[in-house]
């Protein structure tokens, strides 16, 4: 129990008492929430920004004169230089709002359409979730640029090897999710995007899944985008970031057109508005870019090192635990990964085990996961998925093993 | 029997469970009951859409019934599955188009009703009612 006392850092029993939705009860028991790599539970501190909001000072930014409009735009571009801090981008206006990982990635995608062209190559990753496939499958269509594919191994590692042999100077783009959401791996993307660079490739690294656990470093990553949603950290959903190197979003053309993103407007010529509002078109969720900056600043006052830690050693619990139960197969073990479990037993549909941890109070993932691909390299149709935060405890992973087997107990 | 009795006599073996878990653990054993469809029809014309887990519905006329047959990779899906053909099938198609789905609810399975619930019950139960359409317009 050394190890316990160790990451007492992290206060759990003061921490869940920010999150209401901690104490409700599901089907008659008490929710044991595991589905945190879909969307993270909000503390208590992002309501009340949310609250604040709309109590006093709900207004329209950057174009009104009056006082509300004034504090909205204020705290709205607060918001945007904690992101800037949190992920230590060079400027703030490297930082574009968007409503989420998906618009971040589509509005690259979107940009790079008019730079490729028939011969270029984008390289994507076998672990990819479906909105890092499709945008750039939708973009190689368009341009006549070649999709192609860094493969995995069955530890659910990507084999960096193939990598190294598929790069070459075709190569325009390269798309790698910083952690996998099927499989928890946290892929090694310092690395990645050093061979990319050196072959004269642009590099967005997808980091939904790693922003709730790891505080990425875009400048000594010297990625050139980077992107995320708010809600995988406890803040609000339909709001994320899209951070890209100044040159390279003064390279990209706008993405959508609108008010917020021009200059002069005749019917003539219009010239577009400088960074970051180039990308913002329209009245943005301004509510929820505050409450963006509310969630850096709860996970930041715990403190990344101290949420990894943690986690790490849930991980660690839950995954000995259900080594225990026989037929057990866990799907990604790689040396490094997130506080993510996908797992499968004896071939029972993950959709039977799902259903009935959920009688049980218990909300984790099955299915595919938005990552058909990595399914077909393990020839499954999908798994059990079980992510941790750091609002978790061993005594839920406890009530959870005791499910499980009741589970199983019930399907065998 | 008609589908009404069917229901009601599901309705009754339902009856006689005090929690969810013996309820589901009936209808895992329901499951294992459920008339299997011919390997042969097990293709993607008779997957039903909507669901997490694989669900093949088939339908024959014998005379002037419908006769369902079925299966799912998923067990719980094949025990809400056999239910259905339970009540559904061997019945003449205009019957189960006008038949209503309330049992379900009353059999405790209330949140398999939903729309969005994964498991496509209300597909299947629109599927079926498909194949009694069909096969009634091919009665007339």
Redesign the interface.
Known sequence: MSQSTQVSKIDVATIRQDFPILDRKV?GYPLVYFDNAATAQTPKQVMDAIVDYYSNYNANIHRGVHALSQEATDKYEQARIKIQRHFNAEHAHEIIMTSGTTHGINLVANGFSSLLKEGDEILVSAMEHHSNIVPWQMLAEKTGARLKVIPMDEKGELVLSEYRNLISDRTKLVFVNHVSNALGTVNPIQEIIDIAHAAGAAVLIDGAQASPHIKANVQALDVDFYVVSAHKMCGPTGVGMLYGKQEWLEKLPPYQGGGEMIATVSFEKTTYAGLPHKFEAGTPNICGGIAFGAALDYMNAIGFEEIAAYEEELLHYATSKLKEIEGVKIYGEASEKTAVISFNVNG??P??IG??LD?MGIAVR??HHCAQPVMDFFKI??TVRASFAFYNTKEEIDTFMEALK?ALM??Q | MTIQEKQNEVIDEFAMFDD??QR??YM?ELGKSLPLIDEKYKIEENLIKGC???VWVHAELDGDRLLFTADS?????KGIVAILIRVFSDQHPSQIIDADTQFIDEIGLKEHLSPTR??GLVSMIKQLKMYALAYQTQLN
């Open positions: 089907n029972l549909h959709y039977d259903t009935l009688k099955t299915g149709p999908g009741k019930m399907l | 969810w878990m589901y653990e895992i997490q887990s694989k990779d998923a067990i719980i899906t994964a498991n």
